[in-house]
């Protein structure tokens, strides 16, 4: 719902400008017929090489969707006499000519992608930091007294009070405390 709404919001607000009349052969292999190469405003000079997602142009590097539709940097006068070469023997070319070319298209590889990022970290230290905040607020409050003292039901001499009242009045005398009592000699059952 939330990529719909930024999709119609980015197309209502960016301009496309054609820059080449050609047409993209991805995208007309994937059945979606063909779809003009342009480069778009927040594009600038990088070619729209596919379909994309749901038909919008974009970059982004995820193994579940390993090819953008727009190559990762522009064509400069350094990259053209590589993109000339490339489109004949690729025997001829060095493996630096090889990576060059791939850095144009992507930004990282799949064992890039993959690596683990280490975000893991920052996330229990900021859990373990709200726990020890926690835990400190509460050793603070209880010191100072801001709590409330608490309950005469909770004194052990009402406790005891309130057992007594129970043992007199033989209170659950099949399954509850009156039937642990022995009433003859007046303690608890063995």
């Known amino acids: 719902?939330?990529?719909r709404s930024v999709s119609s919001a980015v197309k209502a607000v960016v301009r496309t400008k054609p820059?080449?009349?050609a047409y993209s052969a991805a995208a007309a292999s994937h059945g979606?017929?063909?779809v003009a190469?342009?480069?778009y405003d927040f594009f600038p000079n990088r070619e729209v090489v596919g379909y994309g997602w749901n038909g919008e142009p974009g970059y982004m590097d995820t193994v579940m969707?390993?090819?953008s539709s727009v190559r990762f940097r522009a064509i400069t006068k350094e990259l053209e006499p590589l993109k000339q070469k490339e489109k004949g023997d690729w025997k001829n070319l060095t493996l630096e000519e090889k990576k060059t070319l791939y850095r144009a298209s992507f930004c990282q590889t799949f064992a890039e992608m993959e690596a683990p990022t280490g975000e893991w970290k920052a996330a229990y230290g900021i859990a373990f930091m709200v726990v020890s905040i926690s835990l400190l607020t509460y050793v603070l409050m209880e010191k100072v007294g801001i709590f409330p003292e608490k309950?005469?039901?909770l004194s052990d001499e009402h406790r005891q009070k309130m057992l007594q009242t129970m043992i007199d009045l033989k209170w659950n005398p099949i399954t509850g405390t009156g039937s642990r009592w022995d009433y003859e000699k007046n303690e608890w059952k063995k």
């Open 151 to 153: 309950a005469e039901t």
């Open 19 to 21: 820059q080449t009349a």
């Open 65 to 67: 969707f390993p090819y």
């Open 37 to 39: 190469k342009v480069h």
């Open 32 to 34: 979606h017929g063909p």
């Open 1 to 3: 719902m939330l990529s």
